[in-house]
């Protein structure tokens, strides 16, 4: 079963740290372009970061840039978001999913809920 | 920065046709994608490239795009069919991908 599970979520004070994992399997990680996404409660869906199936290429929000750092292992089928800095606007369900075609995103993870509060 | 506007919400009954509009700035030069969200779940991809269905997605969902305004069409509507509906395009201007503001299906 293709599968990606999101981990690493919790509550985290203003300006602190915070890492994020997606594990995948049940297809060829790293033939695959990766994102991450995220939600604020009762908001809709905001891109936040791109890696291309190498590594090589990076995107990220304007909101995220300078803050976060998206990377991957393919050697352990596993996508991370280390997120520095963090804000109260931050807080979010942070979802990792795989890309397709052109630029469409076919399969996600259940989400992971991060929270930054004092 | 591109933006992707659609309404608020639709309602529609049950066995009539939904239509979810995605405007933006000449989006028919675009690819749009479509996806169904339903309460405490992660996204769903049910139309991408305009108008192709993956697999497993019904045949009562289909999609448009011409000129300033993208269309997500569900025929024969069910009450399965209530959830948040999002279009999504990448804007190769700013290497960003960009997500429309959602639109709340409701089912009468």
């Known amino acids: 079963e293709v599968q990606l599970v999101e981990s690493g979520g919790g509550l985290v004070q203003p300006g602190g740290s915070l890492r994020l994992s997606c594990a995948a399997s049940?297809?060829?990680?790293?033939?695959?372009?990766m994102n991450w996404v995220r939600q604020a409660p009762g908001k809709g869906l905001e891109w936040v970061s791109y890696i291309s199936s190498s590594g090589s290429t990076i995107y990220y929000a304007d909101s995220v840039k300078g803050r976060f750092t998206i990377s991957r292992d393919n050697a352990k089928n596993s996508l991370y978001l280390q997120m520095n800095s963090l804000r109260a606007e931050d807080t979010a369900v942070y979802y990792c999913?795989?890309?397709?075609?052109?630029?469409?995103?076919?399969?996600w993870g259940q989400g992971t809920m991060v929270t930054v509060s004092s | 920065s591109y933006v992707l506007t659609q309404p608020p919400s639709v309602s529609v009954a049950p066995g009539q046709t939904a239509r979810i509009t995605c405007g933006g700035n000449?989006?028919?030069?675009?690819?749009v994608h479509w996806y169904q969200q339903k309460p405490g779940q992660a996204p769903v991809l049910v139309v991408y490239d305009d108008s192709d269905r993956p697999s497993g997605i019904p045949e009562r969902f289909s999609g448009s795009n011409s000129g300033n305004t993208a269309t997500l069409t569900i025929s024969r509507v069910e009450a399965g069919d209530e959830a948040d509906y999002y279009c999504?395009?990448?804007?190769?201007?700013?290497?960003?991908?960009?997500f429309g503001t959602g639109t709340k299906v409701t089912v009468l």
């Open positions: 049940g297809f060829t990680f790293s033939s695959y372009e």
């Open positions: 999913a795989r890309e397709f075609g052109a630029n469409a995103f076919d399969i």
């Open positions: 999504q395009v990448w804007d190769s201007s700013s290497d960003h991908y960009v």
């Open positions: 000449n989006i028919g030069s675009k690819s």
